[in-house]
C-alpha cells in the first residue's frame, strides 16, 4: 500500500477532519488544529482509506471512541459550531 506524503496527507486531513465534523465554512486556525490533532489518528485508524476523503471521514467517523483525546475533542467542537 502507498501512503500519501506528508504534504498531501495533511492537505488531505485539512478537508477530511471538518467533513467529520459537518462544517464546511472553519477558519483556517480550526482546519491547522484539526490537521494538527487528528493526522496521527487518521493514519493508525483509518490508512486504508488516506487518499479518499469521504472514505476517511467515514472511517474516522466509525471509529470516534478510538480516537486521540484531542482529535475528539476538535471533532465534537466542530460538531457543536455547525448546531448538530
Known sequence: ???AGPLSLALLLAATVPGLAGSEN???EFRQE?????????VRLCPQTL????KTAACMATFRSQ???ACRQVYDRGIRSKGR
Do not use: I, K
Open 1 to 3: 500500500m502507498r501512503f
Open 26 to 28: 472553519l477558519s483556517p
Open 34 to 42: 484539526a490537521v494538527q490533532a487528528c493526522t496521527g489518528d487518521a
Open 51 to 54: 487518499l479518499d476523503e469521504e
Open 67 to 69: 480516537l486521540s483525546p
